[in-house]
């Protein structure tokens, strides 16, 4: 069953069945203020943090679902039916009336036709203004004249997500509205900047014309399908000093046949003031500045894309690579994990090991970004070298101005509150800056980068206590290479990747192959900034031994050890006996031999491959294990426990790439490809465009159901895995390397590569269909060395090559910034 297409020209992923099973999500906002929203209109809008300024209410995990929202509604004066741009809440019957969402980059529309009047909500925010601008036209395609009221509404917040939902006592009696010159102020009196502003092109006066009262607005005994005001076609004009507010205008439009009007809303950040001056700017002239913004929008999304396009023969990879695993890798390096209908707002910290991954995955697209993750990294990181798993890059900023706090505001924790000590670390956070740092590096040529400065969490308030990047690195390095239990293998602690696998003293192979992978990039940057590393590679080589000698179970890699020795995900565990995460790394990391990597990868398809995706671990749990951890107490085929955990999908594209098997790489590509489910709906019930963290695994009822959507590694893994493996274009130090792994059946593909302000037009052909291997490539006619990764600088690339399989990858040299090139590949 399907809901909608992907219309690849306008990027845009249109829904035409709007009675879509689960919301079908969108963002918007790229800076300050941001949304998140489905596919009729519920959702929340917030400014800076979902956690401590959330401008408007959202009422999580409820029935109706995700309401309120941001609605339109249109009321026939003269027979006084109403409805929605959007579908929901007022919901008329789909018999009558049709429904569209468009979902765009960082924009929405709600399309609807209804009874001769053709309407449209678009939202969107300026790249540069914290206000989100409601466009919203209206057409009379009936024959004849039409008089229509049109109302927005919103529903405010309290701001803190806390505040919002517990003792009303205090937060009840804190905010104030008003109206005047057409505009609606909220003033959350506590706050000295707590103002936002609604207003709108047209200004209509009189009780009539608004309502600030929510409940006025809805009234007694009704909901937002069925609004007071709405029904009878006038607002009261209330406000009010204390209560639940709204932000409700009506507007009252007559349309000729065939007339059209447009009306734009501002709900925006700042008081009366400010929203004078922003109705000024976006509804003056013709709304030029409201259909500037739009574009600039579109162009900024526009210049990411163009980073990195593919055009191959799999239609589905093209729509996601091109457009929309790039979109959610890109709001996940913005949003983190903290704003989804899922994760509702109340967490706005960063996860040390989400954000390192997600930094690692767009340098190219939004290099200042994830510098500036990298940054707040850094300065999360302690100095005995790891991470704080969740923290607030603002607990090390040093103030300029004292934070201002509000009487429910929950204070800033003191430093020992702060710094968690070993019991609450994981294992794997920190190892994953390593690489990420090397990618930002690889892709910015920002070689300057790792001699930076930057204090450690414990050390930042204490003068002088600086230390550069690279000395972060090896901190990470030296912790894990500390950390290790009897057999060396590095310790699980409270949990490695796996959050519900907590080992504690025990070991987990993961860590160690992931420890492996770090010193691989770690010493490849200290070599080309001319370091010493030979303690590194020493370091290396003992991870690699110990790895090889204890992990290596006969079959597949064992995932690790209890505290009191047991392993785990080995032949003998009835439960848990093949993992994905410590054959994946084992490949992954270059710390194992090529056979062992095949035989490796061989059991995961053989124990963990579904039609849709690979499930993490076989067979599920059923016995709660507290030597093995919190995953033996979740329902099988859940999350952790034999689910098909989307995240790790794409490091098993990687390891079959770098094994040489281009088709497996693609078998496994597509199970888990959202593209491939569009019209399996009934089954997957999620956005189709979207990854989501998990799809439920076959010990389950609802095995393929899609769960979390947008917020999840797996995006950037994804892209990571398809650009950099499969389609094997990945920059260097000082090349860009060509190494692609292809299923034995594509004739040829092409890329256009920004890298360094450089475009490589890339073509490759496939002429005597073989997976992987180069045999000649030309940069602008002229050959260029082509050789086996496991021998060449690439061996040091995102992957480690001890692995390194049949056949040469390319490495075509930095050439001339602003400069235009061809090259032209042939595998074979
Ligand atoms: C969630 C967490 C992530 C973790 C994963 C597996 O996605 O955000 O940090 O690695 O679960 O447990």
């Known amino acids: ?275 004078k001056k922003a109705r000024e700017k976006y509804c003056s002239n013709n709304f030029s500045k409201t259909d500037a913004a739009f574009t600039e929008l579109a162009d900024f999304w526009k210049e990411k894309l163009s980073k990195l396009q593919i055009e191959t023969p799999h239609e589905g990879m093209n729509a996601m690579i091109n457009t929309w695993t790039l979109y959610q890798a890109e709001i996940n390096v913005i949003f983190s994990r903290f704003a989804s209908f899922i994760e509702v707002g109340g967490r706005t910290g960063l996860g040390y090991r989400d954000t390192s991954q997600d930094a690692m995955m767009v340098p190219h697209s939004n290099p200042e970004k994830s510098r500036a993750r990298l940054v707040e990294l850094l300065k999360g990181l302690t100095a005995a070298g790891y991470g704080l798993h969740l923290f607030s890059p603002e607990w090390f900023e040093k103030q300029t101005k004292p934070a201002f706090k509000s009487p429910t505001v929950v204070p800033m924790p003191s430093k020992s509150e702060r710094i968690h000590g070993i019991e609450d670390v994981c294992a794997d956070d920190a190892l994953w800056l390593i690489p990420a740092i090397a990618e930002y590096i690889r892709e910015t040529g920002d070689f300057n980068f790792a001699e930076e400065k930057y204090p450690y969490a414990d050390t930042f308030d204490s003068d002088g206590a600086e230390e550069s990047v690279f000395d972060h690195m090896k901190r990470i390095l030296d912790f894990s290479a500390r950390e290790v239990g009897p057999h060396g293998i590095c310790k699980g602690l409270r949990a490695d990747w796996n959050d519900c696998l907590n080992l504690g003293g025990g070991e987990s192979a993961m860590v160690s192959f992931l420890h492996h992978w770090a010193l691989v990039h770690f010493c490849a940057l200290g070599r080309k900034l001319g370091k010493d590393v030979s303690e590194y590679e020493k370091m290396a080589a003992i991870v690699k031994a110990s790895c090889e000698k204890e992990l290596w179970n006969g079959s597949w890699y064992t995932r690790g050890f209890t505290s009191a020795g047991r392993a785990i995900g080995s032949p003998d565990c009835k439960e848990g006996r093949v993992f994905m995460e410590s054959n994946t790394w084992a490949v992954l990391s270059g710390a194992v031999s090529k056979e062992r990597g095949i035989a490796a990868m061989d059991a995961v398809d053989k124990f963990l491959y579904t039609p849709f995706g690979l499930k993490l671990c076989d067979p599920a749990f059923s016995q709660p294990d507290d030597d093995v951890g919190f995953v033996t107490r979740v329902y099988k085929g859940l999350k952790e426990n034999a689910a098909i955990f989307s995240h790790p999908n794409p490091w098993a594209w990687a390891a079959e790439a770098m094994l040489g098997r281009g088709d497996r790489a693609i078998k496994f590509y597509d199970a888990l490809c959202p593209y491939n489910q569009n019209d399996l709906i009934e089954v997957r019930k999620a956005e189709p465009y979207m990854y989501c963290q998990f799809i439920t695994g076959p010990d389950h009822s609802a095995f393929g159901r899609a769960n979390h959507p947008f917020m999840t590694g797996s995006a950037g893994w994804a892209y990571f895995a398809a650009t950099r493996f499969i389609l094997g274009i990945r920059p260097d130090f000082d090349c860009l390397v060509i190494d692609p792994c292809i299923p034995a059946s594509w004739p040829s593909f092409k890329v256009r590569r920004v890298w360094r302000d450089a475009v490589y037009n890339i073509t490759v052909e496939n002429p005597n269909g073989v997976s992987k291997g180069v045999k000649e490539c030309k940069l602008n006619g002229k050959p260029v060395v082509c050789k086996d990764p496991a021998a060449s600088a690439a061996a040091v690339t995102a992957a480690g090559a001890a692995v390194a399989a049949a056949g040469a990858a390319a490495e075509v040299p930095e050439q001339a910034r602003g400069s235009e090139n061809e090259v032209r590949v042939i595998m074979g």
């Open 1 to 275: 069953m399907k809901y909608g297409y992907f219309d690849n020209k306008k990027n845009e992923y249109v829904i035409d069945r709007i009675d879509v099973p689960v919301s079908w999500t969108n963002y918007i906002g790229v800076k300050d203020m941001c949304g998140v929203f489905n596919h009729t209109a519920g959702g929340y809008l917030f400014y800076k943090s979902p956690e401590y300024h959330r401008i408007t209410r959202f009422r999580p995990n409820g029935v109706p679902m995700d309401r309120p929202g941001h609605y339109v509604y249109v009321r026939d004066n003269e027979t006084k039916d109403y409805w929605t741009l959007s579908w929901q809440p007022v919901g008329k019957s789909l018999d009558d009336a049709k429904y569209i969402c468009r979902h765009g980059l960082s924009y929405i529309k709600y399309q609807c036709e209804y009874k001769g009047i053709k309407g449209e909500q678009k939202l969107f925010i300026p790249l540069d203004d914290a206000v989100e601008v409601w466009d919203v036209t209206l057409k009379n395609e009936s024959g004849k004249k039409r008089s229509l009221s049109v109302f927005s509404y919103v529903e405010f917040s309290f701001h803190h997500i806390t505040t919002d939902n517990q003792n009303f006592q205090m937060s009840l009696y804190s905010s104030g509205s008003s109206y005047k010159d057409g505009i609606i102020e909220i003033d959350l009196f506590y706050e000295p900047d707590g103002f936002q502003y609604f207003t709108s092109n047209e200004t209509d006066d009189g009780n009539a014309a608004f309502d600030c009262l929510r409940d006025s607005f809805i009234g007694q005994y009704r909901t937002e399908s069925n609004p007071l005001a709405v029904e009878s076609g006038q607002c009261s004009g209330s406000f009010e000093l204390g209560g639940n507010h709204c932000g409700a205008l009506r507007r009252t439009i007559e349309l000729n046949p065939g007339e059209e009007k447009r009306l734009v809303f501002l709900l925006g950040e700042g008081n009366r003031e400010a929203g």
